[in-house]
């Protein structure tokens, strides 16, 4: 009857935190080296916790407040993807890829598709370009709405009306999709060789009168907190990334710009009709969670410029390769293709293999939140458990990217 | 200030000339993927050596890893580093061949630290054991779970299933 | 006691163990509160995670069914609401949660991943269901589904929830066994 009273037996992150204890312990190094009563505590946070973005487990080995050492546990949301990949076809594997990183799902299907585009030597038509562009971009200006709005709630849990307004701007670009693709998150919307619907009359015009009040939202959402004291104290100078981290630990997106690394695959490595629009890389100094936060803000205004620019350029002509349909079944040549795209969060790619039938033989992910995570053990040691909140909201995790 | 990108640009058939010659013994099948990757096999003997120098080398280091891919090849396992050179803005695509009875090869995290979750993602899912990283086990799926998935003859089995 | 008061039958405290007017009423009133007052629990676990936050915010407002206060702690919780894919890492975690939850409790399947698996179902880490864990009261379709789609099964849920009676039906066999009285 008392069987959910129990504590469980620890696991294996648990019992590498007991064994670090120990050893620290034994070099001299632990809370009760001279004596004192001993202090540290292994506390789980998750896989169920308000303050973590999905479900992600982080074992952490507390000194009264101090974060002594964390061990993330990841791998509870591991949903097969990579062996999916080997049992769908190419193209029915689309809708699987958006549900990567579900807050970003254009993104993640871009890259996908791009990949197969150039193992199969398919190009996609220049009308479908812009459109990717002109939806990527959306997708990134509200995947950072999430990525900060969610920060800031949890700073203070959903005490702030920065989410709430967030969330508000947000729906009208998932208006936007919804008329365009179907669907308010997962889109599967691209197809290789273009996308599958052209956009619909009065579209572009709703478009563009969502544009122009942007620099006004981004407006109202800086004064809601850039001002607040306790909103720069908590986070000015906290969870510092410093260059040689970047290197170290393979950081994309922006957390590798708010440290002044100017890492931006649409300009390093560029791809689609990219190299035609003019738009700044966004960097800052400090590298601090505060400065990861206004990268993502000057992002937003950057995207806006973006779109502005494709509709301004979008040309006419079909929007799939091929009379009807772009192809169902595609078998492409034994080979093996790498491509990496600038996703809201860093370089998300798919590194795939074939063999020339017609499903894949391999398909990898780079995922970028999966390589971000990698520092939080660096990241989080020797600060409050409080501050692990913020800097953890600031990497901006989505679960469904690390574990796939 | 500091970290720049694409300081030492060079054309995809110079790098690759250049890494050929530099690692004549030990690369195999250099050849150059546009836009901008060079891809080569290498012995899993020399990996260890290769990769310390492929990070110091003063023209194209290649001083990041961006992920480590474990393929099953039926008939061996191959290991597959992807690294990325700032200096030159290009990307190194390096396959490495593990024999299937016994999947060991050395780790690389003493080189790049961010192989650590790479290659026990690689373990958990294909297990090819890194011989001497310093805490390799299961990431992905749960500790006493039995087998390694993206095997190619990976059965379901019913251990792994208690809440059918 | 004169004769005439001897045939009357005083209400007695086992008589409450029987449906009658006065339960009927109090499961009604009690029934009515609880269901236009429920507690979620916040277990978004994926996708649909996101879209039940959007279901709480500006637009599709939750609040105006009184389920806006989703309380990160199963222990003040009355509502589970799955939202998202449960493997075979995750079922444990989630049975301990929902042992964690006070009774009455009810949960709900947000979304194909946790009716059925969705499209991971053949998946070597998936299970095939919530329900193969937990109990589930509603089923919600979708991938992901609508906030409209949540909320059409938050009222079916609180239909349900009126139906709730917290005197419950005596098996026959205990009846058998009962030792003394007059039931």
């Known amino acids: 009857m008392f069987d959910e009273f129990e504590t469980p037996e620890p696991d294996e992150a648990v019992k590498l935190a007991l064994r670090r204890i120990d050893e620290a312990t034994a070099r001299g190094e632990g809370s009760d080296a001279d004596g004192l009563a001993f202090n540290e505590v292994v506390v789980n946070m998750g896989p169920q916790h308000p303050s973590t973005h999905g479900v992600l487990r982080l074992v952490v080995t507390l000194d009264g407040e101090l974060v002594k050492d964390v061990i993330p546990v990841i791998g509870y949301l591991h949903r097969c993807k990579e062996k999916l990949a080997e049992r769908r076809t190419y193209f029915q594997y689309i809708p699987i890829v958006d549900r990567t990183e579900y807050v970003a799902g254009i993104n993640c299907e871009w890259a996908y598709v791009m990949t197969v585009e150039k193992l199969a030597g398919i190009r996609p038509t220049r009308r479908a370009e812009f459109i990717r562009v002109i939806t990527g971009e959306l997708m990134r200006i509200a995947s950072h709405l999430v990525a900060v709005g969610t920060f800031t709630a949890d700073l203070s849990p959903l005490g702030t009306a920065m989410v709430f307004y967030m969330f508000r701007d947000r729906e009208v670009i998932l208006d936007l999709l ?40 981004m407006r109202e959402y800086e004064s809601l907190v850039d001002d607040n004291a306790i909103f720069l104290q908590r986070t000015q100078g906290k969870g510092v990334i410093t260059q040689q981290d970047v290197v170290d630990y393979g950081i994309t997106g922006p957390n590798a710009r708010a440290s002044a690394v100017a890492l931006d695959l649409r300009r390093t490595r560029p791809y689609s009709v990219y190299p035609e629009l003019d738009f700044e890389v966004c960097t800052l100094e400090h590298g601090d969670v505060f400065d990861r936060y206004k990268v993502r803000m000057n992002e937003m205004r950057e995207s806006v410029k973006i779109i502005e620019q494709a509709l301004d350029m979008l040309p006419r002509g079909p929007v799939q390769v091929g009379s009807l349909r772009a192809p169902y079944v595609i ?10 795209q600038e996703n809201p969060r860093g370089e998300y790619g798919t590194y795939i293999e074939s063999d020339g039938s017609r499903y894949p033989y391999r398909l990898k992910y780079r995922d970028p939140c999966f390589c971000n995570l990698q520092i939080f053990p660096k990241l989080l040691s020797g600060n409050k458990i409080a501050d692990a909140v913020a800097i953890s909201g600031s990497i901006d995790l989505v679960l469904g990217g690390i574990d796939r | 200030m500091g970290l720049e990108i694409g300081t030492h640009p060079m054309s995809m058939d110079d790098i690759a000339s250049l890494l050929a010659e530099r690692f004549a013994a030990e690369f195999h099948h250099v050849r150059v993927q546009e836009p901008d990757t060079v891809v080569a096999r290498c012995a899993r003997e020399d990996l260890a050596a290769v990769a310390r120098s492929l990070k110091e080398h003063p023209e194209v280091g290649y001083e990041t890893l961006n992920w480590i891919a474990g393929v099953d090849h039926v008939k061996h396992f191959e290991s597959v580093y992807h690294v990325y050179s700032w200096k030159t803005n290009t990307y190194l695509e390096l396959h490495v061949e593990v024999p299937r009875a016994t999947p060991e090869i050395d780790t690389v995290t003493g080189v790049w630290p961010a192989a650590d979750w790479h290659e026990r993602e690689s373990f958990d899912m294909v297990g090819i054991v890194y011989t001497g990283h310093p805490d390799l086990r299961r990431i992905l799926l749960k500790d006493d779970f039995v087998g390694h998935p993206l095997r190619k003859d990976y059965v379901d089995l019913a251990e792994n299933h208690p809440h059918v | 006691m004169p004769e005439r008061l001897k045939a009357v039958r005083y209400p007695k405290l086992e008589h409450f163990n029987e449906p009658n007017v006065i339960t009927t009423t109090a499961d009604f009133i009690f029934s009515w509160a609880r269901s236009h007052s429920v507690f979620p629990f916040t277990y978004g676990l994926a996708c649909c995670a996101i879209e039940m936050l959007s279901s709480g915010f500006a637009r599709f407002d939750v609040a105006r069914y009184g389920m806006e206060v989703f309380r990160p702690t199963p222990r003040q919780c009355d509502l589970m609401i799955v939202a998202g894919t449960v493997n075979e890492k995750m079922a444990p975690v989630l049975k301990r949660l929902y042992d964690q939850m006070a009774e009455p409790k009810w949960v709900i399947s947000m979304g194909a991943c946790a009716t059925s698996g969705g499209p991971f179902y053949d998946g070597y880490n998936v299970v095939n269901g919530v329900d193969k864990i937990v109990p589930v009261d509603v089923y919600i379709p979708g991938c992901p589904p609508r906030p409209e789609a949540l909320f059409q099964g938050l009222l079916e849920l609180q239909v349900k929830i009126q139906q709730h009676k917290f005197v419950a039906e005596k098996p026959a066999i205990a009846e058998a066994a009962a030792p003394d009285g007059e039931a």
């Open chain 1, 178 to 217: 919804e008329e365009l693709t179907g669907a308010r998150m997962m889109f599967n919307y691209f197809r290789f060789g273009g996308v599958r619907y052209d956009l619909p009359d009065g579209w572009v015009e709703k478009c563009r009168a969502f544009l122009k009040k942007m620099p006004k939202l």
């Open chain 1, 331 to 340: 078998t492409p040549p034994p080979g093996s293709c790498y491509v990496g």
